[in-house]
């Protein structure tokens, strides 16, 4: 996804009648992309410039980021704790740095593994090293230290790109070289980014004849995480997203989920081509987010679903105080919307939420708009432009309508199998499971029920947990459910749910007898939980996921 990919085609011949033929044939694209701003005048000479660019160094971050210098190197490009920086300051800024990588070692085909959360050493980082044709590993900053020499040993980075904070994590992992993206003790010594960029030539560079993959690791909630390697985005995933999520070019975007995460990921690779202005804060509180959206006059916010619900905990005269005004789409993804979650929202800062279903195998599937979310809270929406979803049993044959079965998705974005060698995704045809269960309704909508390892069978029943789980979150008194399949000596196996309770005004809160009582009354008998166990909070993940397996340990 990259800036002014239109505009890539016509690198030959006559560049402005190639791209306005292009505009006449494409259809949907074109729509989509003059809707959203990206078509836009452009000199010859600049359209050739950007064209060229864009064959040399690709459509990911190195082509990327360098098209956009071209075209507007005087707009701001990125905003963190450490002030602006441009589209050109970024180009010339990541080209010192990749001399730097050179100089370690750092060669085509290489990794470089990145621990940074979100500031402009992320962006460095991943610019540069696609600029050396290197591949980039993007590492959670939540890791434990097993987790992480885990995958530092399976991945073989030649360099580790991290933030301070993280040295200590990274210790016992076989590395040959480290740097620092944030530096938290500015005496401490350390090799950093911000020290070795002005010290390294910052002109152009000759382009490198691989184009970098970038390996986002699963999120390892039922197991050890796994990386998923992608190439380069084309155009068909930018306008796959926008045609059903009205991002606008030239938008300042508060990304507050994990750039090392799918959906933060993909918002920094929109950036590319939309020339977004992306907001970056390196943790996430959510009075500050509200007020980031608020100051910066953010007119899109990216999340995952447990940044709103913990916005929305906030006492009502906090949220009062921030209308924001200026936000127009806030895009989440990355786990369900639990009970009414969505109503909430968009309650309180209006209808502008929409809600993305996908994994990090098959990226996205489909897209939940603010009326989907009126109509039916519940639904994943429909799939976007170019993209097929289908409902398939265990023979792979497509069951009907109302029906349930495993989810398979065919877009543009399907990895290409996980690195290390380990087993991938089932693939029928240009399908890939998405690893979740769920149906189609009569309305169209796309309704996912749970992973496809969830499912329990009780007496004789199919059970799944997101059911369970979202009917408590209903419950006045409930914040937060999860759900988990048990032995049961009548029954096979039952669920046994795990409640967060919120604030009750004064009333008592609901004791096990009662959220039975009330599942009871909106479910069938045999879906009611054997034990309700109440939490403070439920575990999770850095991007919000429910980690399931810490449930199920004895206690």
């Known amino acids: 996804m990259s800036p002014a990919l239109l505009e890539s085609v016509p690198v030959v011949g006559s560049a402005l009648d190639r791209a306005q033929s292009l505009v006449g044939t494409v259809g949907t ?15 010859p000479v600049a359209l050739a410039r950007v064209g060229r660019a864009l064959k040399e160094w690709g459509t990911g971050p190195a082509g990327g980021f360098t098209a956009m210098a071209l075209r507007d190197p005087g707009r701001t490009g990125l905003v963190d704790e450490l002030g602006s920086l441009t589209f050109g300051e970024l180009h010339h800024r990541t ?6 990588l050179r100089e370690r070692g750092v060669a085509e085909g290489d990794s470089v593994a990145v621990m940074c959360r979100n500031h402009r050493g992320f962006v460095d980082a991943l610019v540069a090293t696609a600029k050396c044709g290197a591949d980039i590993l993007l590492l959670n900053t939540a890791f434990a230290g097993p987790q992480l020499v885990d995958v530092l040993d ?3 980075p030649q360099v580790v790109i991290h933030d301070q904070e993280f040295t200590g994590l ?9 740097l620092v993206g944030w530096v938290d003790e500015p005496d401490s010594g350390v090799e950093s980014l911000e020290a070795l960029i002005p010290a390294y030539d910052d002109s152009d560079l000759d382009a490198p004849d691989h184009h970098s993959r970038v390996i986002i690791l699963t999120s390892g909630t039922t197991g050890a995480p796994k990386g998923a390697p992608r190439s380069e985005a084309g155009l068909g995933a930018a306008v796959s997203l926008l045609s059903r999520m009205p991002l606008r070019y030239g938008w300042r975007t508060h990304v507050a989920a994990p750039l090392f995460h799918t959906w933060g990921f993909a918002h920094l690779a929109l950036s590319m081509l939309l020339g977004s202005t992306v907001v970056l804060r390196r943790r996430f509180d959510p009075e500050e987010c509200l007020r980031v959206v608020a100051d910066e006059r953010c007119d899109s916010l990216v999340v995952i679903p447990v940044m ?23 895009a989440a993804s990355g786990s369900a919307l639990p009970g009414d979650l969505a109503l909430e929202w968009m309650d309180t800062f209006g209808d502008n939420l929409y809600n993305i279903y996908g994994s990090t195998e098959v990226a996205y599937a489909s897209i939940a708009t603010p009326r989907d979310l009126r109509e039916a809270p519940s639904s994943a929406g429909r799939p976007p432009w170019a993209t097929a979803v289908k409902i398939l049993d265990e023979d792979g044959g497509e069951v009907p309508r109302g029906e349930t079965g495993r989810i398979f998705v065919g877009n543009g ?9 380990t087993e991938s995704k089932e693939v029928v045809g240009s399908l890939m499971s998405s690893g979740d269960v769920g149906r189609y309704d009569v309305d169209g909508r796309l309704y996912v029920e749970g992973r496809d390892d969830d499912m329990i069978v009780s007496g004789g029943e199919n059970v799944f947990p997101q059911e369970v789980e979202d009917c408590l979150a209903r419950h006045d008194g409930v914040v937060e459910a999860a759900a988990i399949g048990v032995d049961d000596d009548q029954f096979g196996k039952r669920l046994k749910a795990f409640v967060v309770l919120g604030d009750t005004g004064g009333a008592a809160p609901p004791t096990e007898d009662d959220l039975k009582i009330w599942v009871k ?4 008998r045999y879906k009611v939980p054997r034990e309700i166990v109440f939490l403070d909070e439920l575990p999770r993940n850095a991007t919000g996921k429910i980690l399931k397996r810490e449930l199920a340990e004895p206690d």
């Open 170 to 178: 990274l210790e016992k992992a076989q590395t040959t070289r480290r």
């Open 95 to 100: 080209n010192a740095l990749a001399r730097a």
């Open 413 to 421: 974005m399907l990895f290409e199998g996980y690195s290390g060698g």
């Open 308 to 330: 709103l619900q913990r916005i929305l905990k906030l006492p009502r005269e906090t949220l009062d105080r921030y209308p924001l005004p200026s936000l127009k789409v806030t």
């Open 521 to 524: 009354q909106n479910l069938a």
């Open 29 to 43: 694209p074109a729509r989509v992309l003059g809707g959203c701003g990206v078509l836009r005048p452009l000199s």
């Open 154 to 156: 399976r991945e073989g």
